[in-house]
């Protein structure tokens, strides 16, 4: 499995360490790591983050549900997510359901709860930790 270490970093949160990995979705995964580094607007929908990126990718093992932690790629709307909690999609309190699939791209280290510090309209930035 090919791992990328990265930082997600937002005002609110300043950088969160996270890795990318290619186990679920492969093509999604190299596209992403290509594209890095990231700028763009974040936006909450939930317990979610997510925010448009350069990469165009199909569904691929795409998920209906989704881990506390997972970072996954959005195909309608060309974005990252990073979930950590119900969504307004999801059925119960305890399921994490974006609002299609989503391919799983990686997964954030330590507590993803900060990222419900961000609000939408922040700058976020990806990038490689070399």
Known sequence: MNVTRIRICTEETGCVEAELFDAHSPNTYKEIVDALPIESTAYRWGDEVYFSTPVTAPEENAREVVDKGTI????????LCIFWGPTPASRSRNEIRPASPVNIVGKVLGDPTIFSRVRSGSRIKVEKVE
């Open 72 to 79: 996954a790629y959005w195909p309608p709307g060309n974005a």
